[in-house]
């Protein structure tokens, strides 16, 4: 009984300040910490060997815990990139407490030996799918056309160079570079490309005079279909080098001063060639014809009734206006803009019922007619 409260004494306290113990009875948590860093990391990460078991499987960066037995533990970090260095061992002797955690990490450098390629390109129309980087005229990666890559090579001399460009684009300089790799070091390497413009750009502007311009019209570019605003130019991209018919197809109301125009583009340069065309586009205004027909039956008022309309939206009550008047049996014909309207009647007397909606959405287009019914006892 006294050893036993001898024990109690002893690992009560231990439990409470570090935890339950990871196994049973007298185990331990090993708890291993992984950091690789360096330009060519290890990627299928290690292997952790305690003593003369087997091996537990370790990420490239990160933590696994393992319980183990109290007392002294050889610990080995296996499987490590012959180009890494592992810090501050790659075999390390640990003493695992019974009911505590024990930490032990391993930092893992692995450098490049090997030359950066970076692209530099100017010009236009870039090659999408960048180039291909060669060491010795054979072709060990791709690089975009504005970026980097990292090629892996033995320490010696080489020769850099890229191929596999588009047609429009060159190498500007010297298309190899002589570079001294070292090791364990990365030898920067730069290439210049120039691209020149594959297509060209039409831009179009409308001169639009009269009341209806609003909106965009429709023009035709050889056999492609387009629409362009008024207000300022339109840019149409990506035409081949060579001659382009621009045709305007204006609105029923409006007219065209301008034939449709034939422009050539170019290209071959680092500047995009530009043709401009405008056109000078007379509209005249759309109207409709609204007849308004008043029936009255009963005791006529002796004063005409007054019809308003508004243009329909959301503000249609506050902002209504008068179109005229029409008699208790008479008809009122105006003409009013195309375009939706709300329309009803005012200074009906109260005694009088009008049949049918006081008000309503109506498209004024061509002849328009409204017929109210009016019965006043």
């Not at 009560?12 to 948590?29: F, H, N």
């Not at 035409?239 to 050539?264: I, K, M, Q, R, Y």
């Not at 008809?331 to 006081?358: A, K, S």
């Amino acid at each position: 009984m006294r050893i036993l409260s001898i024990v109690l004494l002893v690992c009560l306290p231990a439990v409470w300040s570090c935890g339950d113990p990871a196994g049973p009875a007298g185990d331990g948590t090993l708890v291993i910490f992984t950091a690789t860093s360096g330009e060519a990391p290890d990627q299928d990460g290690y292997l952790l060997a305690v003593g003369a078991a087997d091996t537990v499987a370790l990420p490239p960066s990160g933590t696994v815990e393992l319980a183990l037995g109290a007392g002294e533990h050889v610990v080995r970090l296996l499987g490590a990139a012959g180009h890494c260095t592992v810090e501050p061992h790659e075999s390390l002797e640990v003493e695992v407490t019974a009911g505590h955690r024990t930490p032990v990490g391993f930092t893992i450098d692995c450098p490049a030996t090997g030359v950066r390629v970076t692209t530099v390109t100017t010009g236009l129309d870039l090659d999408a799918d960048g180039y291909r980087v060669t060491v010795d005229g054979e072709i060990r990666g791709t690089v975009p056309a504005n970026g980097t890559a990292l090629l892996q090579l033995p320490a010696g001399e080489a020769v850099i160079g890229m191929t596999a460009l588009t047609p429009n684009c060159t190498v500007a300089g010297d298309s190899t570079r002589a570079v001294t790799v070292v090791d364990r070091e990365v030898a920067p390497v730069e290439l210049h490309a120039v691209c020149v413009a594959v297509s060209g750009v039409i831009a179009v502007a409308i001169q639009a005079a009269g009341v209806d311009r609003e909106g965009g019209y429709q023009i035709q570019v050889d056999d492609l279909a387009f629409t362009v605003d008024f207000v300022r130019p339109t840019y149409l991209s990506g035409f081949a080098p060579g001659s382009h018919v621009v045709t305007l197809d204006p609105p029923d109301n409006c007219s065209v001063a301008t034939e449709p125009v034939t422009v050539t583009l170019t290209a071959g340069t680092t500047v995009r060639d530009t043709a401009r065309v405008s056109f000078s586009v007379t509209c005249t205004t759309r109207q409709a014809t609204l007849r308004v027909t008043v029936v009255t039956s009963g005791t006529v008022p002796s004063h005409p009734y007054v019809v308003n309309v508004c243009a329909s939206g959301f503000y249609c009550e506050w902002y209504p206006y008068t179109i005229g008047t029409v008699d208790p049996n008479g008809t009122l014909v105006v003409e009013l803009l195309e375009g939706p309207y709300d329309i009803w009647l005012e200074d009906v007397p109260e005694r009088c019922g009008v049949l049918g909606p006081t008000s309503f959405f109506l498209e004024l287009q061509g002849l328009v007619d409204v017929a109210y019914s009016v019965s006043c006892p």
